[in-house]
């Protein structure tokens, strides 16, 4: 593992963090706010390619590895201050267009990649239900067989992008006597599908510029075509994609964190507290020195993991371990940075309190980090 | 004897399951045809592990619906499994 940047990673890595600061940061408090996603900056990160990182180009991706893709991921998080953004554009890209380029058939890959990469096509991954959140395959929604395709019922909720999805990746029970041992099948489907609906929105108290929705599904009939892999796949496919999503939105969490300790650093250089800057306080200091050694090692654990992606199924322990360093990390960091900042870290206008907020979240989705840490001890056959 | 006939497989296989998930259990008490997943021997953490070891092992891939009763419950369907993917790659 040779994690030095090369040339070309260099190169992508500060035109990402340039477009994502010149373009990315208007109008966030606002937006923030009154919980606003914004489709125009949306567009603008798709023309960039960030919709379709890794995705091979022939479907319109960049084809990048996973660690080029860690690299981009940690620049947008880096320059955009718009932490729902950023996460919308990575539940889109992680959860939903990653299970379709690596299990699709031909067709769906043909049909969908080139809109997902592009972004003109936005989509949502709907798995979690009212009574199935963490233990998300023992799930009540079904499909069951008709003709040649499945009609699907049931409710999910908490689905990122939901409220406006044009598309909706989801996994219903095909057959429940077998569960998540072959029993969970996923489907890709129009948001327009007869007997769909994701008009519900959510409002929460972080990542407010990400709109979070239900999506309910009454007999809504999915074509064999729909399917994603083959019947029984859903759960190592959803597994899967919730591995890049683990690994990935840390990546994106890495330029955050690294946006923070270089704010606080400025701010503890000038601002004084009777006769030097508050930097020459240990107190203050010291808290700065550990956001350094949070961020260097959530970088070479998401590293390490980005790198794993493609290559070992124990990508699934590594991307379980990322998630829950980096996504406390980042809550340190941000809890620190209100800190540092004194009351005007609490104010709204600095934008700190919002980096707080929206991290709080990074806990919970993609699988809780109790849930990480279940995950970890089976791999380590406890 | 190869690795890969039957009883090798078997065996091999019998060996990493016990080692790894029923430390301590007589190794009798594992027999061919004794359910893995509807028995509570494997979970979905443990599957992905026996994947690992089996791709590893035997140089072959497994996809997503194989991860199921109908490939893995038992020792003997594991074993079919690991031989028919083998099979195909020649
Ligand atoms: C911002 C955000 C975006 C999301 N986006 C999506 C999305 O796009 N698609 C989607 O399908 N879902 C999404 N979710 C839902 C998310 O995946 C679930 O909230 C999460 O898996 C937890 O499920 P739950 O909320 O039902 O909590 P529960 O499962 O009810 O858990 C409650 C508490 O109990 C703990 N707990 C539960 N079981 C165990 C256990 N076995 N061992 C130890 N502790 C346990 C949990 O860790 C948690 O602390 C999102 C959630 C958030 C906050």
Request: charged letters at 25%; a negative charge.
């Amino acid at each position: 593992m040779d994690f030095a940047l090369s040339e070309d990673q260099r190169i992508l890595r500060d035109e990402i963090t340039r477009f994502a600061e010149n373009e990315l940061n208007d109008d966030i408090a606002e937006r923030d706010r009154g919980q606003t996603f914004s489709r125009e900056q949306w567009d603008k990160c798709a023309e960039m390619g960030l919709a379709g990182l890794p995705v091979p180009e022939q479907y319109g991706g960049s084809g990048l590895d996973g660690l080029t893709t860690a690299i981009a991921l940690e620049a947008l998080g880096y320059g955009c201050r718009d932490g729902g953004l950023v996460f919308s554009l990575c539940a889109h890209l992680l959860a939903c267009t990653v299970p379709i380029w690596k299990h699709g058939s031909d067709e769906l890959k043909e049909r969908y990649l080139p809109g997902l990469c592009a972004g003109t096509t936005i989509a949502v991954n709907a798995m979690t239900e009212t009574t199935s959140g963490s233990d998300a395959f023992n799930m009540a929604c079904r499909a069951v067989k008709d003709g040649n395709g499945y009609r699907i019922n049931g409710t999910k909720i908490m689905s990122t992008n939901g409220p406006i999805a044009d598309i909706v990746i989801t996994y219903s029970q095909t057959d429940p006597e077998k569960g998540a041992y072959g029993g969970l099948t996923g489907f890709v489907l129009d948001a327009k599908t007869e007997g769909i609906r994701t008009d519900q929105k959510f409002e929460k108290m972080g990542l407010r510029t990400s709109m979070l929705g239900e999506v309910v599904f009454e007999d809504a009939y999915a074509p064999e075509e729909a399917m994603i892999g083959k019947v029984g796949g859903g759960t190592a496919i959803f597994t899967q994609s919730m591995e890049w999503e683990r690994t990935l939105i840390a990546a994106a969490h890495l330029g955050t964190m690294r946006r923070l300790l270089e704010d606080c650093i400025a701010y503890a250089r000038t601002r004084v507290s009777g006769e030097h800057t508050i930097g020459k306080h240990q107190a203050v200091s010291h808290k700065i020195v550990d956001m350094k050694i949070r961020l260097e090692a959530a970088r070479n654990l998401t590293y390490c993991s980005a790198w794993n992606l493609d290559r070992s199924r124990t990508s699934a322990m590594a991307s379980s371990m990322t998630k829950v360093f980096v996504s406390e990390a980042l809550v340190q960091t941000a809890l620190d940075a209100v800190q540092i900042h004194g009351g005007h870290g609490f104010l709204t206008e600095t934008g700190v309190e919002r980096i707080l907020r929206d991290s709080i979240g990074g806990t919970l989705y993609s699988g809780t980090n109790e849930v990480q840490r279940n995950i970890v001890a089976g791999w380590l056959g406890l | 004897m190869s690795d890969t006939d039957r009883d090798s497989i078997i065996a091999r296989v019998r060996r990493f399951i016990l080692e790894e998930f029923l430390p301590g259990e007589d190794p009798e008490d594992l027999t061919d045809s004794m359910p893995l997943i509807s028995g509570g021997i494997l979970d979905s953490i443990k599957n992905m592990r026996l994947i690992g070891f089996l791709e590893e092992e035997y140089g072959v891939a497994f996809e997503a619906h194989e991860i199921s009763f109908e490939f893995l419950d038992t020792l003997e369907l594991i074993t079919s499994t690991v031989q028919a993917k083998l099979a195909e790659k020649k």
